[in-house]
């Protein structure tokens, strides 16, 4: 598996971190933004990184790539990030060849995230490829590979119930607020921040509350109105956020902020408040929590989905896995044909010489030689020796540099 593309001493490798090992804060530390993102791109660039891409959610952030040593794309995710070489040593990951494509295909399939069958990370590797390819890091490899995660990514969905039931981070959190607050219909709302998770969030308030009271507030307003217009929502402006929280008796916040943009400090509170942050980093700072009378959750505790629906996901991992599999073996089959395609193409030429010398010699020396007939012997034989070749080369536990080398060094062939 080393060595995909054929400069020497790379190989593919995963690096990154996850809600497995990191909590919301490390994860914070480590989380890019699309401006970061393209700055940690344009540095492997200059660092001529052959090719990569890095997705970055609530969840997880991760680099894909090619190096000599991981250490290169770590000091990538370090130098763009607030994390630090040590933080990523207590709490971080690598994979490498084989195993770092089987770990995107199960990031890519919903079996990896943190609420089991969750696909909505398929949309951040597709992201996280284009913005690669815009800036020249996305290699016909890479490209193959995220296609090939994409394709599964849609028969897991299709051909499994692992995505079955309503379960997500938004739902969570709408059936804890229906599970805290009574008469929920009732009260009033407000929700603070309209990226992906905020709007899932609304819609889920919206379905499921049966509640007119949910008001809407972004930095920028114009995002806010188009999602209150397609459920007849009230939008307020950024500057009146201290005014309704304080008319609220729910709180989401689900901003997309490097830092907390709730605190103390801003709460002047005359009645209970319960705030939910799904926000990573986190943007609710835990001095909420010292007055009276406001509950705070957080991201993580409502990914901890442990009712009927996820229990019932779990029966069909196997025939994800299954998929997975196969779909895995396929793409590294290919990843290794088109590595040593061209000594096998060199391989045959070479036969094909020695064949046509020895016919040459022979048909000189008998009399009676049978020209057709030793063609098609003889080319029986060079489709034979190649294809134990072939085969060899595409084993699983060849080392396919090494092997390639030997046989280019045994027979003399320049490819």
Known sequence: MENFTGVKHTSFYAIGLSYKKADAEMRGKFSLNETTRIDLLKQAKEEHIESLFVISTCNRTEIYGFAEHPFQLIKLLCDNSLGTVEDFQKIAYVYKNKEAITHL??????????????????SQIKIGFTESKKIGLGNSYIERLVNAVIQASKRVKNETQISSGATSVSFASVQYIMNTITDIGSKNILLFGTGKIGRNTCENLVKHTKNDHIVLINRTKEKAEKIAGKFNLLVKDYADLQLEIQKSDVLVVATGAQNPTIDAKI???KKPLLILDLSIPKNVNENVT???????????YLSQV??????????HIPAAEKIINEIVEEFINWSKARKFAPTIHSLKEKLADIKNSELNYQRKKMDNFNEEQAEIISNRIIQKITTHFANHLKHENTMVDESIEWIEKVFRLNP
């Open 290 to 300: 010292d007055i009276e009378g406001v509950s705070l959750v957080h991201l993580d």
């Open 105 to 122: 295909f199960r990031v890519g399939t919903g079996l990896d995230s943190q609420i089991l069958g969750d696909f909505e990370i398929i």
């Open 267 to 269: 709460l002047n509170l």
């Open 306 to 315: 442990t009712d009927e629906t996820i229990e019932k996901r779990k029966a």
